[in-house]
């Protein structure tokens, strides 16, 4: 079994719905990211999660939001659909070593169409 | 602002011939070095990492990178590239004292010719 799953692997939806993107993990791993691929553009931070109690916005966080339900779920709403939130996203996991050293793992991503 | 440059958008090679993809970094805080790679329709694999020592690393699938601080460069390489390596290829890189964030490159499709 993979160790980081997103649900959907795919979604289209349409300009104004509502959807959430959904992220478990069975790493163990406290920390937890969003991410977006855009063709062109790498990777950029949505928001972040150290642990259920903490979430930090990132780079591009607006239109955007998430809940960490449990250490090992994280999930990321779109509240309103835009055609610009096409893309792929990813989940990603991690833990701070004692070296403070923290290595990323990801997810299949989810590939999302707006319409 | 850290920043990552992949400046190579596209890179095509024969199978069987050597591969360097670039990766350059600008900061002045001491980097956390990644490769991954994103194969068609998949998630972003881990190649190889650096955090310290020996700046010469190795990877999976026959990779190695070297971290060159004084070119700020994080270059991966193989001698002999499989079909199956065609992917696009993404540095990333984090900072200490920064570590919750990866900066990522944008990327450099590789192609390879039979």
């Known amino acids: 079994d993979a160790d980081v799953t997103q649900t959907p692997r795919n979604r289209i939806t349409k300009t104004g719905k509502r959807i959430m993107l959904e992220c478990s993990q069975t790493?163990?791993?406290?920390?937890m990211y969003w991410y977006r691929q855009d063709p062109g553009l790498g990777l950029r931070l949505i928001y972040y999660s150290f642990d259920v109690k903490d979430i930090n916005k990132g780079e591009i966080s607006d239109g955007y939001s998430v809940s960490r339900q449990a250490q090992a779920k994280f999930s990321l709403s779109l509240e309103s659909a835009i055609p610009n939130q096409t893309a792929l996203y990813f989940c990603?996991?991690?833990?701070?070593?004692?070296?403070?050293?923290?290595?990323?793992?990801f997810g299949p991503g989810t590939r999302l169409l707006v319409l | 602002a850290q920043s990552v440059t992949q400046p190579d958008i596209h890179i095509t090679v024969s199978e069987g011939a050597s591969l360097e993809l670039r990766c350059n970094y600008s900061y002045g805080a001491t980097p956390y070095l990644f490769w991954y790679v994103q194969s068609p329709g998949q998630g972003l694999q881990l190649l190889l990492k650096y955090f310290s020592g020996d700046t010469l690393v190795q990877g999976i699938k026959g990779f190695e990178a070297e971290f060159k601080r004084s070119q700020s460069s994080f270059n991966l390489r193989k001698p002999s590239v499989h079909w199956s390596d065609a992917a696009e290829y993404f540095c990333?890189?984090?900072?200490?004292?920064?570590?919750?964030?990866?900066?990522f490159g944008s990327g450099t499709q590789l192609t390879v010719l039979p």
């Open positions: 990333a890189v984090g900072f200490s004292g920064s570590a919750r964030q990866l900066t």
């Open positions: 790493k163990g791993h406290d920390r």
């Open positions: 990603a996991t991690s833990e701070l070593t004692s070296g403070r050293q923290e290595t990323q793992y």
